[in-house]
Every structure is written in structure tokens, then in C-alpha cells.
């Protein structure tokens, strides 16, 4: 599948159409999940990883009535993305934050390969601006060359292929080359947080160590990245991936029952929170 420049785009849109004309789909727009449900929240004390942990959906707050409702599933799928906005300078939308990721953690589940983040190396260096603006390696591919502020080349020092290495190698030949004193002189490129390779950790059929949740995209570590991503692999593996989760939990949904014994979000010691000012800090800090 390919359309001219915008493929992502161009898939999405048409499968948003699909979904906004069948008659048993509801979308719901600006809502938050908070947690997914687990037996952490039917009362039982889930300290460590173990097998039998299972999802009964979510909690997910509604931004225009200020509530937190309660989503009963036989199957959930987290599709959070990344966690690009942990850096200062990255491509990653705003709400790229590790939400899923962090939800899963919260509920013991599997992560892997958390440390494995891609840069970019050409992002617009404008501060005021977020996310950074990606100045795509089709560029390079054209035939544009990354030159230092000399006007001089300077890929060759780092590897024989230039211009056009690796996203890895080029974003750290960049970094090195900005030995500037960056707060006098124009720097027109930097390298930006661009993908998180490692995630929740998933099999081939996007489970994830949690019974009844699946994750894809992004969030999600299938393994085919290892420590670095082929340009538009992500893509293709969140089409492949949410494919398989299809195919898995509809042999899932008519042997699973909702649990009925969630409660609803209990939100004690959560307001007029007495650390705050340590949570304060805490932000400034990162």
C-alpha cells in the first residue's frame, strides 16, 4: 500500500471512514484512559508479574463532563504510541508520553527494550516549536548533503555511505559535529527523539503478558526493530500487527465473559494532595 508522500495519513483516513459508517462502532473523541482494569481493582493485592493477570477494560476520563467512566471489555487494545516527549526535542506528537506503556507497568505486565529510542538526525532546530518539524531523509536521498557550519561535508569521516547511513550513526555524526557554542551561532539541524523501539512486550499475535489485552503500534515491542527501525517499518508493522489481533480475539470473544464486579474509579487521596509542591519540582527537574 502506498499513496504519494502521506501513506500513514492516506490508511487512516480510510479506515476511519469504514469505522464512522458501521452502525456497531461508537467513537468517542477526547477522552482519556487512566488505567486498565485488572484484579488490582477488584481488591486483590497484585504486587508482582505473574500469569493469571487479566484486563476487564478501562477507565478513561471524559474530558467534557470531568469523569472518569468505567469501560467493561472481553478484549482491550492499547494503540498509545510513543514516549518521545520524555525528550525536549523530538517529532513525536504532544501526546506521545508513555501513557500505555506506563499503564502496563503500573499493572505488572511486560516491557522490553524501553532504552532502545531512535533519533532522528534532521529535525528543524527551532525551540519554540513542538514537536520538531522533520526535515524527512528523502532529502538526503535526493541528493542532499548534511554540512557542518564551515559548508563542509563531513559524513564521510563517520562512514563510507555518507549522507545516507543509518539513522543511528548519522544522528550521533551530527551530534558530534555540533561542538558550537550553540547559545552564539545558528545551528540549523538537530537530532530529536523519533521512535521508541522497545515498548510492551508482545507476541506475534500482539498479546501481551496481560490475559485479554493486546497492543499494537508504537507502544508495543514485537522485536522486528531491534535497538534501531528501517525507515516506515513502523507502519507496516502496525498494520500486520493489529491484523493478528483481530484474527486472535475473535476466537477469544465468544468463550470470554465481562467481568461484572469492577467497581467504579475511586479517586481518594487524589485531591488537595499534600505533596504537590514535591511534584512541582519534580517536573522542573526533568
Known amino acids: ?127 519554540r516549536e513542538k514537536p520538531s518539524f522533520l526535515i524527512t531523509e528523502a532529502m538526503r536521498g535526493a541528493g542532499g548533503i548534511l554540512k557542518n557550519m564551515a559548508g563542509e561535508s563531513f559524513m564521510e569521516k563517520y562512514d563510507k555511505r555518507g549522507s545516507l547511513a543509518p539513522r543511528d550513526i548519522v544522528a550521533r555524526a551530527v551530534n558530534a559535529e555540533m561542538g558550537i557554542n550553540i547559545t552564539q551561532e545558528m545551528i540549523p539541524i538537530i537530532p530529536a527523539a523519533h521512535y521508541c523501539c522497545g515498548g510492551i512486550e508482545v507476541d506475534q499475535y500482539s498479546r501481551t503478558s496481560i490475559i485479554n489485552l493486546y497492543a ?23 498494520l500486520v500487527y493489529s491484523h493478528r489481533a483481530y484474527v486472535d480475539s475473535i476466537k477469544k470473544i465468544t468463550s470470554t465473559d465481562f467481568c461484572d464486579k469492577v467497581p467504579d474509579w475511586n479517586a481518594e487521596g487524589m485531591v488537595l494532595n499534600e505533596e504537590l509542591s514535591l511534584i512541582t519540582q519534580s517536573v522542573k527537574e526533568v
Open 216 to 238: 499494537s503500534g508504537e507502544c508495543s515491542c514485537t522485536g522486528l526493530h531491534g535497538a534501531n527501525r528501517l525507515a516506515s517499518n513502523s507502519l507496516l508493522e502496525s
Open 1 to 127: 500500500m502506498h499513496h504519494r508522500d502521506n501513506t500513514g495519513f492516506e490508511i487512516e483516513r480510510a479506515l476511519l471512514e469504514k469505522v464512522r459508517s458501521h452502525p456497531n462502532v461508537i467513537i468517542k473523541e477526547n477522552q482519556y484512559t487512566i488505567d486498565i482494569i485488572t484484579q488490582h481493582h477488584l481488591g486483590q493485592e497484585v504486587t508482582k508479574r505473574r500469569e493469571d493477570i487479566r484486563c476487564y477494560g478501562a477507565y478513561v476520563l471524559d474530558k467534557k463532563t470531568n469523569t472518569i467512566d468505567t469501560y467493561l471489555s472481553k478484549v482491550t487494545m492499547l494503540c498509545t504510541g510513543g514516549n518521545g516527549n520524555v525528550y525536549s526535542t523530538t517529532t513525536s506528537p504532544l501526546i506521545a508520553t508513555g501513557d500505555g506503556q506506563a499503564m502496563v507497568h503500573r499493572a505488572k505486565g511486560k516491557l522490553r527494550h524501553m532504552e532502545f529510542i531512535q533519533f532522528h538526525p534532521t529535525s528543524l532546530f527551532n525551540p
